[in-house]
Nanobody, 125 residues
C-alpha cells in the first residue's frame, strides 16, 4: 500500500511555470512506476507523463511535450512535474499515480493502482 500526496498547484499566468510534487508514503517507493494525469472540468482524465524506477520516461502527451518534465528522487519518495510555458488549456486538476509490480507501463489511468487527491492548476490568459 502507498499513499500519494500532491502539492504545488496554484494560479499562474500564461507563460509561467509551476512545479508539482508528489510525495509517497509507504515502503518500496523505488519499485513503483509513477505517472501524472490531469482532468479538466467536463473532460476525461488524461495522461501527462510517466517515469520508471530508473528514471526512464514514457513519451510525454503531445500537448505537453517540450514544456513539461517528469523526474523522481527515490531517496525522498518524490516525483516531480516541472511545468513551463503554461497555457490556459493546461488548467486542470493534476493527479499523481503509482503502478505497482507487475508493471503495466502504460498511459491508461485504469492501469494505475494508487492515486493522490489531486492539486488544482489554473492558468490565466
Amino acid at each position: 500500500q502507498v499513499q500519494l500526496v500532491e502539492s504545488g498547484g496554484g494560479l499562474v499566468q500564461a507563460g509561467g511555470s509551476l512545479r508539482l510534487s508528489c510525495v509517497a508514503s509507504g515502503r518500496n517507493f523505488s519499485n513503483y512506476f509513477m505517472g501524472w494525469f490531469r482532468q479538466a472540468p467536463g473532460k476525461e482524465r488524461e495522461f501527462v507523463a510517466a517515469i520508471s524506477w530508473s528514471g526512464s520516461s514514457l513519451p510525454y502527451a503531445d500537448s505537453v511535450k517540450g514544456r513539461f518534465t517528469i523526474s523522481r528522487d527515490n531517496a525522498k519518495n518524490t516525483v516531480i512535474l516541472q511545468m513551463n510555458s503554461l497555457k490556459p488549456e493546461d488548467t486542470a486538476v493534476y493527479y499523481c499515480a503509482a503502478d505497482r509490480p507487475p508493471y503495466k507501463f502504460t498511459r491508461y489511468a485504469s492501469d494505475y493502482d494508487y492515486w493522490g487527491q489531486g492539486t488544482q492548476v489554473t492558468v490565466s490568459s
